[in-house]
C-alpha cells in the first residue's frame, strides 16, 4: 500500500491526522525522512535521516540515541514510525533511551531479554487506553460482550491511543483481527485525574514495569465507532479474535 492511500479519517489516526496528512503529500514528492522533518519543530530532537545513514552491523536503537537521527526508509513502517516520534517524542525518547541501555549493558545477542522484548513490543504494537474502571474489568477478563455490549455506552467517555507503528502500518488495510498491546498506566495519586499525555506516558514507561510486560490484548477494530461492523452485537462472537480469558 502506497501512503496516497492512507485513509486520514480513520479515528485510530486522530493523533496523527493533521501532520500525517502534511507529511503525506511531502514525501511523495520528495522522501519519507525528508518530509518527516518537514514536520518537524525547529532544531529538535532526532533528525530524520536516509536508512543509509546506518552504518552496517551499527544497533539501530543504539545509533539514535548516540547521534540523535533516525535512520529512516521511504514505506510506511517507517513513516509511521516516524509520526510517532513527532506526536509523542518524549515517550519515544525514553522507550530509545532504556533500549540504548540495556544494548549498552547486555550488548546484542540472539535474545533481546525481557526488557527489550517489552519496550520493542510496546513501540511495534502498544495502545495506551484511558477508561472508566468497569471497562477495564471487562478488558482484564476478556470479558468481550461486557466491554463491548452491555457496558458499550461507557466507551463515550473513554479515550485509545495506537501507539505502536507496526500496528498502524497494519491498520492502512483493516483486518478484524488486528490487536494492540494496551498499556495501563499506572494510577495518580489520589484525588488526581488521569493525565493521558505525552509526558505522563513517558513518566510511566518505567523498566521494571515494564519487564513484567504488562500488557492486555484489545482487538482494536471491536472499539464502538471503530468499525462499523462492530454495531452488531454478534460481531464479537468470534472465538477467534475475541478470545476467552486465561
Request: proline share 10%.
Amino acid at each position: 500500500m502506497s501512503l496516497a492511500a492512507i485513509d486520514w479519517a480513520q479515528p485510530w489516526l486522530a493523533p496523527y491526522r493533521a501532520i500525517g496528512e502534511a507529511a503525506t503529500q511531502a514525501a511523495l514528492r520528495t522522501s519519507v525522512a525528508a518530509a518527516l522533518q518537514q514536520e518537524a519543530a525547529p532544531d529538535s530532537r532526532p533528525v530524520f535521516v536516509p536508512q543509509s545513514a546506518l552504518p552496517a552491523g551499527q544497533a539501530y536503537e543504539a545509533h539514535i540515541f548516540q547521534t540523535g537521527t533516525v535512520p529512516t526508509r521511504d514505506n510506511l513502517h517507517d513513516f509511521f514510525n516516524g509520526l510517532v516520534w513527532l506526536a509523542f517524542p518524549e515517550a519515544k525518547r525514553r522507550l530509545n533511551e532504556l533500549q540504548a541501555a540495556e544494548i549498552a549493558r547486555a550488548g546484542i545477542g540472539a535474545t533481546r531479554g525481557p526488557l527489550r522484548d517489552a519496550l520493542t513490543l510496546f513501540d511495534e504494537n502498544g495502545a495506551v487506553l484511558d477508561a472508566p474502571e468497569p471497562l477495564w474489568q471487562a478488558l482484564a477478563a476478556r470479558d468481550w460482550h461486557s466491554l463491548f455490549v452491555t457496558q458499550r455506552a461507557l466507551w463515550s467517555g473513554a479515550r485509545l491511543w495506537i501507539f505502536g507503528h507496526a500496528l498502524l502500518e497494519k491498520l492502512a488495510t483493516p483486518r478484524k483481527a488486528l490487536t494492540a498491546h494496551v498499556l495501563r498506566l499506572p494510577p495518580p495519586a489520589a484525588g488526581r485525574p488521569v493525565a493521558l499525555d505525552d509526558r505522563s506516558l513517558a513518566r510511566s514507561l518505567a523498566p521494571e514495569y515494564l519487564a513484567r510486560k504488562p500488557f492486555v490484548p484489545l482487538p482494536v477494530l471491536g472499539v464502538p465507532g471503530w468499525w462499523s461492523g462492530n454495531a452488531a452485537a454478534n460481531f464479537y462472537d468470534d472465538p477467534k479474535v475475541f478470545r476467552p480469558g486465561p
